[in-house]
């Protein structure tokens, strides 16, 4: 059985990395559940994403979002518990960081 890292941690600050890939990710979508379930200081960072996308499930995580709501297979509590998660990360204060040269 996979465990994951977040629960085994004791971290007081957590720095989730939002990319164009991040909801095609089963995985990290339920780690950012965990997080922001936990409440403790999260800092994101949002490359190459803007907030509004990962608050709204709009932009590059639009595509992920209908197939998990289209899906027979997927829980659909499941799948608002991730949509809620990435609403509140996507509300706090952190870091934008578009392309960059070099």
Known sequence: ???????????????????????DSEWCLKEITKIVECGRLTVPVFFHVEPRDVRHQTGPFESAFKGYHASQEMDTE?????SDALTKAGEVSGYTLAETAG
């Open 1 to 23: 059985m996979h465990r994951s890292p977040v629960l085994r941690m004791k971290s007081k600050i957590f720095v989730p990395i939002f990319s164009k890939g991040y909801a």
């Open 78 to 82: 499941q799948v608002n518990k991730w």
